[in-house]
């Protein structure tokens, strides 16, 4: 039997390319002639490149940035050919702050912009940026500044980091310098800068926003906005699919004259998964908790998408089930499984998720191998 393992990361407790292994080791304690096919794969999120350095033959590129606050921490881009691929998470991240840390007041995405800087200078031609898992709301302000384009106030003054800051945006003082590199945001999800399911109400709350952080936050991206519309020659920045996401990095992205698409339909492309699945007899996906975000574009969508279209069947495996079954198996999923479930609480699925994977890869193989 050939099974095809391909899911995304547990946030916060495992890596891509740990779940599937430890599914995958549960597998073959039972069913160890059968051809386990693991493939690892990002939204564009976290783990987005390292998903596609280990598919593509690319050159990694160590580079230093800074974390939502400004601290020091190691980054990286991929480079393949004249297209880097670099990760929002790595500076940006929400699994960079401890709980008590978490403020999209002030949190910044300076860092991602030294992952731009960087990318530039290593000679790109096109930037492919993987948005999602994001700790900020400060509608790429802060990457802007790093590309040399400060957010300013009617003084002239740079603004403090932060999307708290943006009610006081007058302009950018500078031009970033991109050196006409196109860019690409890769993302999960097609949220608009503002109102209800906008950067700051759908997601801010996650990233430590009070409700009425959640309504500054808001009132804030919307100025911001018309201060990028001017000064890119954009309009209806704010309404477009995608602009809110990385806490409106996406709207800087396209303000900057970049384009968006699919981050799991981008990754299954590059990695060649429509061939992986075309010769699968079975799909096994996943993700830290299936909600009802996860049919929206996110892997667990895009793998259960694919299964479906070739009548393959897919199980997924999340630390947590919040969907109701039928509606994903009308999303194509065949079964759901959830490590909570498996061990019957949320603290031991958190503090041994490693087991749970091996546990319930030993039951699916059980259930499944031929």
Known sequence: MRVLICPDKFAGTLPAP??????????????????????????GGPGFVEVLARALPGRRVPVRTVDPLGRPVPG??????????????QACGLHLLSAA??????????????????????????????????????????????????????????????????????????????????????????????????????????????????????????HFAAVLEQAFGTTGLAARPGAGAAGGVGAALLALGGRTVSGIALVMNLIGLDAELDAADLVVTGEGAFDHQSLRGKVCAGIAGGARDRGLPCVIVAGRVETGHREAANAGVSE??????????????????????????TRLARQWSR
């Open 336 to 361: 759901l499984h959830s490590l909570v479930a498996h061990f019957g609480d949320e603290r031991t699925a958190l503090a041994e998720p490693d087991r749970g994977l091996r546990e319930v890869g």
């Open 76 to 89: 990286e881009l991929l480079l393949v050919g004249a297209t880097a691929y670099v990760e929002s998470a």
């Open 101 to 222: 840390e978490r403020d999209p007041n002030l949190t910044t995405s300076y860092g991602l912009g030294l992952l731009l800087a960087a990318a530039v200078e290593a000679g790109a031609a096109e930037v492919v940026v993987g948005l999602g898992g994001s700790a900020v709301n400060d509608g790429g302000a802060g990457m802007l500044a790093a590309l040399g384009a400060s957010p300013v106030d009617a003084a002239g003054y740079a603004l403090p980091y932060g999307g708290a800051a943006l009610t006081a945006a007058a302009g950018l003082a500078g031009a970033p310098q991109l050196r006409r590199v196109s860019l690409v945001a890769a993302t999960d999800v097609d949220n608009p800068l503002t109102g209800l399911y906008g950067a700051s109400s759908v997601y801010g709350p996650q990233k430590g926003a009070s409700r009425a952080d959640v309504l500054r936050l808001d009132a804030a991206l919307e």
């Open 18 to 43: 740990g779940v599937a292994a430890a599914l995958a080791e549960g597998w073959r304690a039972v069913a160890p002639d059968d051809d386990l096919v693991q493939r690892p794969l990002s939204d």
